[in-house]
């Protein structure tokens, strides 16, 4: 469904009216836009900052306090520089680039060639598609740069800029931001140079002790946070699907060696029941097995979602083994380990003390942002045939944001139908009683018809219309987003109503 220029998939039709919705109606921002925005940098608007808190909220909620295990932590961004020698990531978390020597410009090698795929499939070649990512992965497997710009030159993929296939050798980029602490440092003093973390799962393996010890913590059990990360990924596009600067929710969960298994299993149906209870469709989703493993797993999965651009990684599943814990323990010379004396059957003794193995959920809260905003997106057609509109036909359409109540930025939106007669009283004491439960707004400007139009493009549920009626039997028109049905409700039960389509 993306427009090919070239190499590239830029967002087309339905994704860049998706773009240009969350702008208009304060979703997302181009980070300082008026300097002519920062790539891959976004901010995010009086609508999307409540939007994004509220499935924040939710993630949270589903991990940390209806489980009986788990308990979450807020670590901080800058961490000590010999985390991330332990963790691998000054050595690994590299990306294979090329560059265009006529462009000048830098491509993440699978980014080249996905984008080359999602061409073929365009033009139908289904098969030629699917071999030549199946190519790109046993290459990417064995790390054979040479192999891999074969493919690239063997093809044809050329640069989007220059049109060329005028390629450099393929090298690592590391993708890591640093920076230097104190003030009368030079920035070339290794030293002082301090990383922007680019994942948060490094600030619970350095506190799993803390945590365990102080909240007495008995094994299997987790470990949860949600937090910025930052990556200099090179080919940022796709609007927030990827940026530089972003939120990850993750969640270690620690458990006996020997477990991992059972735990990846449980944790991969979890994690996807969680996606299906916002009652966005099962279809949408889907696992991809990872063919090349990171250097710290035994296992691992994506959930992929069916993004405007195609299905793409949501969220991670890793077994990580005990490698973090286990390089923590190597570089910082303090012991990770846990002592468990539960009873172990095969010998009739305490487990005693092990490192333990983890299992890891990792999603990324603005991809998951974005998969919400952009299922719930319709343009709807409610022109009426002639028939029913009596003659002429008439022509009507609306844009509504489907969004699960839960996650709505307004859940009740309060007008009242004129600016006189009393009714902005009645509609002031709604929003007296109400805005202490849930988030209310109050509009009184524009006819009821716009008024409605604009809460549908916010995705609020609920808009109650307050009318002369009101005043004589304390009820009120409630009007339900997505059937347009309206209803005459009592006062005394909207807050009961809107409740209760969020619990
Ligand atoms: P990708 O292959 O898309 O670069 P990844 O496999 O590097 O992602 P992980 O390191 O597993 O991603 O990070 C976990 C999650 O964090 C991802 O599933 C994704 O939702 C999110 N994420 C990772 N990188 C970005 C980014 N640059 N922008 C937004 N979200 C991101």
Known sequence: MTEQVKGISLPAGRFQAIISHC???????????????????????????????????????????????IVGIDAAIFMHPTTWKASGHVDNF??????????????????????????????????????????????LAKDDFPGLKK???????????????????????????????????????????????????QGIFVNFLNVQKSGRMKIPFGIAQVGKAFRNEIVARQFIFRMREFEQMEMQFFIRPGSQKEWYEKWKTTRLEWHKSLGIP????????HVKLAHYADAACDIEFEFPMGFKELEGIHSRTDFDLKQHQEY????????DNDIDPATGKPYGNYIPYVIETSIGLDRMFLAVISHAYEEQDL???????????????????????????????VLPLTKKDGLPEIAEQIMKDCRGEFRCF??????????????????????????????????????????????????????????????
């Open 282 to 289: 099962a279809e949408k989703y889907r696992f991809h097995d």
């Open 442 to 503: 109050y509009e009184e400007k524009d006819s009821i018809g716009k008024r409605y139009r604009r809460m549908d493009a916010l995705g609020t549920p609920f808009c109650v219309t307050v009318d002369h009626q009101s005043k004589e039997d304390q009820t009120v028109t409630i009007r339900h987003r997505d059937s347009m049905l309206q209803e005459r409700v009592a006062i005394s039960d909207l807050k009961r109503i809107v409740l209760e389509s969020i619990a």
């Open 151 to 201: 493919l690239i030159e063997d093809n044809k993929i050329s640069c989007a800029i220059s049109g060329t296939c005028n390629w450099t050798d393929i090298r690592q980029f590391n993708l890591m931001f640093s920076t230097e602490f104190g003030s009368t440092v030079s920035s070339e003093d290794e030293d002082n140079k301090v990383y922007l973390r680019p994942e948060t799962a």
């Open 332 to 339: 910082s010379k303090k012991k990770q380990q846990y002592f």
């Open 23 to 69: 702008k208009e109606y304060g979703f997302i921002f181009p980070s300082s836009e008026i300097y002519d925005g920062l790539q891959a940098v976004y901010d995010y608007g009086q609508m999307g900052s409540e939007l994004k808190k509220n499935i924040r909220d939710y993630w949270w909620k589903s991990m940390t306090q209806l489980q009986d295990n």
């Open 94 to 139: 590299n990306d294979p680039m090329i560059d265009n020597k006529d462009s000048k410009k830098r491509y993440r090698v699978d980014h080249l060639v996905e984008a080359y795929s999602d061409e073929l499939r365009a033009a139908g070649q289904e098969a030629k598609a699917d071999e030549v990512i199946a190519e790109m992965e046993r290459l």
């Open 383 to 413: 022109s009426l045939p002639a028939a029913e509109a009596g003659q002429p036909e008439k022509s009507d359409s609306r844009v509504v944001l489907h969004l699960p109540a839960k996650l709505a930025p307004i859940k009740l939106a």
